[in-house]
C-alpha cells in the first residue's frame, strides 16, 4: 500500500498555498508586502505556485526605506519582471518630505519604524483590505499568538486581547468598512523550514545572504555595513570581515553575522548550530525587551 | 544533520499537538524543557529568561518562561491565550498549541485542539485527577483528537512511586470509558528534572513504556486524516487570461478528505453533474494522486459551472446534503448566543447564513452532565442546537471528518467569531 504522507515542508507548503488563496478569495484588494528579505521571498514563490499558470491576482508592495542595500532592489525588479508581477512601491523618503514623519537623528538613527506610517499611508491610498506578509510566529515572543488572519482597527491597529479565534482551516476575514488584515501565510514555519524548503525548490536568493567580505563595525555587538546611512562615533572603525546576512532590512539597522556559509546547504548547517535567534542580530530589537510588541501595536508588519 | 545525510529532512513529518493542564501543574515547565532540551532555545533567548530569574530571586533558571508571551501576561504572570511554540527533532517538527488551563479558558482549548492530532494533559502527581484533568480530557475527545497523553507531573515530589502513578492511571481510565478516544498513554514524568521528558529516567525503573519525545517522534499519525470519503471543496477557480494556457480552467482548493486521480468520475455539488478528472496539479506540477491535506488544482473534462462554496466528491460517496444541521457548539464571546438568533456561518469554503432553532442542552464539562434547566449559552459553554442553514451544506460528522464536519458561526455586525461548531 502507498503512504499518504507529506513530509513537513510540504504540509507547510499545502497550508500557505491554501491561506494565500483564501485571501484572493475572501478579499476585494489584498496585497502582498515584499521586502527582499528570505521570507517574503518564500511566501512570493508560494503565491506563485498558488495560481498557476494564472498570474498573480493580486499586486506586490515594498516598502522601501530609502536605506536598502542595492542588491536588494537588484533582485526585486529582476523577480517581478520575471513573474510579471505588478510591483507598487512605497517611500520613506516621501513620507518624510510630505511631513507624514520625522527623520530620527543620532547614531543609532533608523528608518525602521518610519516604515509603519508609510505602509498604513500606503494601505489607506490603495484600499488595500489585505495585506499579506512573511511573519512568523517563531521570530519572536508577540508573534507567537499571532493569527493567520490578524484584524487591524481603523488606524491599522493590533490589539492582542481582541482578536478572533482561529479553528481548524475556517478564516474568518469578514470586516467593516476602514478595517483591514494582516495575513501571515508562514506562520507555522520556523528559520530552519524556509531555508530547507529554498534548499527543496532551489530558490534564487539574494547575494547578501551568503558570505562575503565587507566592511563593518562592531556596534554593542550588533556588525553594521558600511554605508553612508552609518556613523562612526568614538572609538569605531571599520573592520574588513567575512560576513553573511541573516536577515535583510534597512542598512542602518540590519546586524551582519561573521560567516563562512558560501552556499544553502552551509547556510542550513549553520542555522542548525546558531546559537542565536535571527533578530538577535538586528539592532531595531534592541531598544527595548518588548519593542516588536509595540511597534506591532502600532501597525507594524 | 550533516553533508551526508543533508536530505535527512526530507523524511521529517508534521506533528501538531496541544497541551492542557491546570495551573501550576508544570505545563510551561515541561514546555519548556521540551524545547531547552531540544536545543530549540538560542543563547540569547536561554540569556533573558537567566537574567528574570535572577532579578525573581529564583534559585534556578525558570524554563517555564520560555514560553511567557504578551506583555499583559507577563504583568499579571498568566498566560491567557493560545500561543504556538515550534522545535523539531531529526524525526519530525512539531507545532506546540500552548494553551492556559484557567477555568474560563475552554474557549482557548478548544481553538488550539481543532487542528492538533495529539494532546498531552498534565496531572500533578499530588493530586491527582481533578474537575480540569476531566474537561481537558472532554475536550479533546470532543475535538476529535486522535491521541491523548496524560502526562503524570511532579513524580520527584512523591518519590517516584508506582503505586501513585497506577492509581492516577486506573482513575482516569475509569472517567475515560466513557469518552471517545481512540489512544490514551500515560507517562510519569518530572518536568522540572527532566525525567521520562527527552531522557528515559532511571528513578522509576518500574515504567517500561517510552519517554515522552520519543513518543511524540514515534505515535503513528499516517491514519488520523480522513483518506477514505473523497471530499474537495472548491476554495477558487483559476483561469488563466493569456494565450499560452488559454481554455484552461482549475478547480483550487485544499482536499478535506480522501483520494483522488485523474480519470475518476466525480460529481459537483451542489448541481450533481458529473465529470471526470482531466488532471490534478500539484504545487510541482502534475500528480497522478492528491490526497488530504494536499493544496492542489483539478481540472475536469466537462466544462461545469462550479465555483468557491461548491464540493467536489465521488458520484458514490457523497457527503449529505443538508439544511438543518445538529451542533455541538462551543461559544467564544462574552455576548451571549439569542435562541432564535441569527448569525453568520462558515462550512469548508462555503458562506450562509443560519438561524438558531433549538438549544437542546449544555454540558457541564466537568461532569459531562447535561444540563437542561439553564439554556443560556455564554462565553466557554459547550451545548448541543439545532441550526437552520439558508443554503445547503455538504456536510459529514465531525467524528468523520474534522474538515467537513466542522462550522464557525459569525457576528453579522461586529463579523467577529462567535462559536465553533461540530456536526452531529
Ligand atoms: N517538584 C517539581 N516541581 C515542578 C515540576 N514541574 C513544575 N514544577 C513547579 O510547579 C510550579 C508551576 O509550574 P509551571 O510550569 O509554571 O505551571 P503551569 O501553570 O502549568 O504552566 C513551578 O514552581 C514549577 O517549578 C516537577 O516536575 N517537579
Known sequence: ?301 | MNRNNGNAYLDMELLRFTTAGSVDDGKSTLIGRLLYDSKSIFEDQYEAIKITSEKRGEDFVNLALLTDGLRAEREQGITIDVAYRYFATPKRKFIIADTPGHVQYTRNMVTGASTANLAIILVDSRKGVVEQTKRHAFIASLLGIPHLVICINKMDLVDYSQKVFESIKKEFQGFASKLNIQDIQFIPISALHGDNVVEKSDKMPWYGGPGLLYLLETIHIGSDLNLVDCRFPVQYVIRPQNDEYHGYRGYAGRIAGGVFKPGDKVMALPSGFTSTIKAIDGPEGPVQEAFAPMSVTIRLDDELDVSRGDMIVRENNRPQTCQDIDIMVCWMNTKKMLPDGKYGIRHTTRDARCIVRKIHYKVDVNTLHRIQDDLDVGMNDIARISIRTTQPFFVDKYQINRNTGSVILIDEATHETLGAGMII
Not at chain 1, 101 to 120: D, F, P, Y
Open chain 1, 1 to 301: 500500500m502507498l503512504s499518504y504522507n507529506l513530509n513537513h515542508l510540504r504540509e507547510l507548503e499545502a497550508e500557505s498555498i491554501f491561506v494565500i488563496r483564501e485571501v484572493a478569495a475572501q478579499f476585494q484588494n489584498p496585497v502582498l508586502l515584499f521586502s527582499g528579505g528570505k521570507d517574503s521571498i518564500v511566501m512570493l514563490h508560494l503565491a506563485v505556485k498558488a495560481f498557476f499558470p494564472a498570474r498573480l491576482p493580486f499586486p506586490l508592495l515594498h516598502i522601501d526605506t530609502g536605506h536598502n542595500f542595492p542588491e536588494t532592489l537588484d533582485y526585486r525588479d529582476n523577480l517581478v519582471k520575471k513573474i510579471s508581477a505588478r510591483l507598487l512601491v512605497g517611500s520613506v523618503q516621501e513620507s518624510i518630505n510630505k511631513g507624514r514623519v520625522v527623520e530620527e537623528t543620532g547614531v543609532n538613527a533608523s528608518r525602521n519604524v518610519l516604515q509603519t506610517v508609510t505602509l498604513l499611508d500606503a494601505i489607506e491610498e490603495h484600499g488595500f483590505d489585505a495585506a499579506m506578509g512573511g511573519g512568523r510566529r517563531d521570530e519572536e515572543k508577540a508573534r507567537a499568538k499571532e493569527r493567520f488572519f490578524s484584524h487591524r482597527d481603523e488606524f491599522g491597529q493590533w490589539d492582542p486581547k481582541n482578536q478572533r479565534p482561529e479553528l481548524w482551516n475556517l478564516f474568518n476575514g469578514k470586516k467593516k468598512p476602514g478595517e483591514h488584515f494582516r495575513i501571515f501565510p508562514l506562520s507555522n514555519w520556523t528559520e530552519m523550514d524556509v531555508w530547507q524548503y529554498i534548499l527543496l525548490e532551489k530558490i534564487e536568493m539574494p547575494s547578501l545572504y551568503f558570505a562575503h567580505e565587507r566592511e563593518c563595525v562592531d556596534r554593542k555587538g550588533v556588525l553594521l555595513a558600511k554605508s553612508e546611512y552609518v556613523k562612526l562615533t568614538d572609538g569605531e572603525k571599520w573592520e574588513k570581515m567575512t560576513i553573511r546576512f541573516r536577515t535583510i532590512g534597512d542598512m542602518s539597522c540590519t546586524g551582519a553575522t561573521v560567516s563562512h556559509a558560501s552556499t544553502i546547504e552551509d547556510i542550513i548547517l549553520e542555522v542548525a548550530a546558531a546559537r542565536q535567534t535571527e533578530r538577535g542580530s538586528r539592532a531595531d530589537d534592541k531598544r527595548s525587551e518588548t519593542s516588536m510588541e509595540d511597534r506591532k501595536r502600532e501597525g507594524y508588519f
